[in-house]
T-cell receptor
Framework: DQQVKQNSPSLSVQEGRISILNCDYT??????FLWYKKYPAEGPTFLIS?????DKNEDGRFTVFLNKSAKHLSLHIVPSQPGDSAVYFC??????????FGQGTRLTINP | GAVVSQHPSRVICKSGTSVKIECRSL??????MFWYRQFPKQSLMLMAT?????????EQGVEKDKFLINHASLTLSTLTVTSAHPEDSSFYIC????????????FGEGSRLTVL
């Protein structure tokens, strides 16, 4: 049972445009959500998080939106830069510890 | 700089041997660390929760006798892959929870295991 799903395995965006990565979850007990960026053969790097008491959290070019009723979260990157090309994982859990990860979305930013 | 360090980053071993991977929290004490495994083009799969001073908690389907976890100190957890087989070849990643300072979960750089 895949509790956290990223249905788009890949996404290609023009440099300067907005990148929107989506994530759905099924477990209503999840109260903490995170986005990680990962390069090949490296560990994930934390990007941004949001707790269930909020519906939006912003950090520079990165904004995470949470829709609890739809059990959906999204990551917006604007403007997209070539250095943003990587695999992005969403993760969810009860608290910030034991996380369940989505399958990842490979984002490619085209110059 | 890295706050969680894994060693070795790459290891190649013969089938039947055991391999130990270390995970260290550099700037904080971590009573809880986690071990993940990532198959090519797949998600990170949680293998076990490593608890300092007590037995690790394994996820369903993970053989505890195969993947030995020891969390002997507040800054070190080790994962030993025993009697390794080629199907154990994978990318193993640890994370450590900084409960006291930041409340964040930090990941190590990962360890690539190749079993010949």
């Amino acid at each position: 049972d895949q509790q956290v799903k990223q249905n788009s395995p890949s996404l290609s965006v023009q440099e300067g445009r907005i990148s929107i990565l989506n994530c759905d979850y099924t477990n209503s007990m999840f109260d903490y959500f995170l986005w990680y960026k990962k390069y090949p053969a490296e560990g994930p790097t934390f990007l941004i998080s949001i707790s269930s008491i909020k519906d939006k959290n912003e950090d520079g070019r990165f904004t995470v939106f949470l829709n609890k009723s739809a059990k959906h979260l999204s990551l917006h990157i604007v403007p997209s830069q070539p250095g943003d090309s990587a695999v992005y994982f969403c993760a969810a859990g009860q608290g910030a510890q034991k996380l369940v990860f989505g399958q990842g979305t490979r984002l490619t930013i085209n110059p | 700089g890295a706050v969680v360090s894994q060693h070795p980053s790459r290891v190649i071993c013969k089938s039947g041997t055991s391999v130990k991977i270390e995970c260290r929290s550099l700037d904080f004490q971590a009573t809880t660390m986690f071990w993940y495994r990532q198959f090519p083009k797949q998600s990170l799969m949680l293998m076990a929760t490593s608890n300092e001073g007590s037995k690790a908690t394994y996820e369903q389907g993970v053989e505890k006798d195969k993947f030995l976890i020891n969390h002997a100190s507040l800054t070190l957890s080790t994962l030993t892959v025993t009697s390794a087989h080629p199907e154990d070849s994978s990318f193993y990643i640890c994370s450590a929870f900084d409960r006291i300072n930041t409340g964040e979960l930090f990941f190590g750089e990962g360890s690539r295991l190749t079993v010949l």
